[in-house]
């Protein structure tokens, strides 16, 4: 961590004195927040001055999104659909960790750390992803035992899984569900594969990493910690 007045000096704008007085005046934004005189930031913060960014141009970004329903997780949609990208106000290029169906909402990492997506990515170093599943009608426990054991989606069978029942009436079941792979509509397959239909999906962690308090089409960066976490899990 690193004083803001001494961060925008080592990044060029001007002395330390100068750069607290754009502090005071309210032109210097820390995450999207008028900076305080006295704040400290470190390497994973987005620093601007005047709204234009500052510090190293190849720095990385580390983003958590609450992914609403209704847009695509691509960068670009060739029906012209809304995508992920419309709801984040940053200009370099990011690359969703994975993706969520259109109706699926919930918690999307968004990096242009391009060794990270693809190790993050990759079938070998999957990690945990924990969604909130609302089942139409009662999901039965020899259902729920055959979904954590393993049920075959396009003739490959589905690696062990946790699949909890949090509530449950003649009309629906909802389940929080732990699954490692990354297939297609994984979470929607698996409980086909059992006769039933998924009504709504969220992913509330990836990881150790929970979506928390923030809010459905909101996003914030990584803290340093969070960032750590990523690299070496
Ligand atoms: N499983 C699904 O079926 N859909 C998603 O968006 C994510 C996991």
Do not use: W
Not at 6 to 15: H, I, M
Not at 49 to 76: A, F, W
Not at 103 to 125: F, S, V
């Amino acid at each position: 961590m690193v004083r803001l007045n001494k961060y925008l000096a080592d990044c060029g704008v001007g002395s330390r004195r100068e750069c607290d007085r754009l502090i005071a005046d309210g032109v210097v934004k820390v995450n999207g927040k008028v900076a305080t005189l006295g704040a400290v930031v470190s390497d994973s913060d987005h620093v601007t001055v005047n709204d234009k960014r500052v510090g190293d141009k190849q720095k990385n970004y580390y983003i958590m999104l609450h992914k609403p329903k209704g847009c695509v997780t691509t960068v670009k949609d060739d029906l012209g659909r809304k995508t992920v990208m419309d709801l984040i106000d940053i200009k370099a290029r990011l690359y969703p960790v994975g993706r969520l169906d259109y109706d699926t909402e919930g918690l999307l990492i968004l990096t242009n750390d391009g060794d990270l997506a693809n190790r993050l990515t990759h079938p070998r170093n999957e990690v945990n992803k924990t969604y909130i599943a609302r089942i139409s009608g009662v999901l039965a426990e020899k259902e729920r035992i055959q979904l954590e054991k393993g049920v075959l989606i396009d003739g490959v069978k589905t690696a062990p899984a946790r699949v909890k029942i949090l509530k449950q009436d003649q009309h629906h079941t909802r389940c929080e569900v732990t699954i490692h792979e990354g297939r297609n509509r994984q979470v929607k397959k698996m409980f086909e594969a059992v006769g039933k239909e998924v009504e709504f999906l969220k992913r509330v962690a990836v990881g150790d990493l929970r979506l928390g308090g923030l809010k459905r089409g909101e996003y914030r960066f990584l803290n340093e910690y969070e960032i750590d976490y990523l690299k070496n899990v």
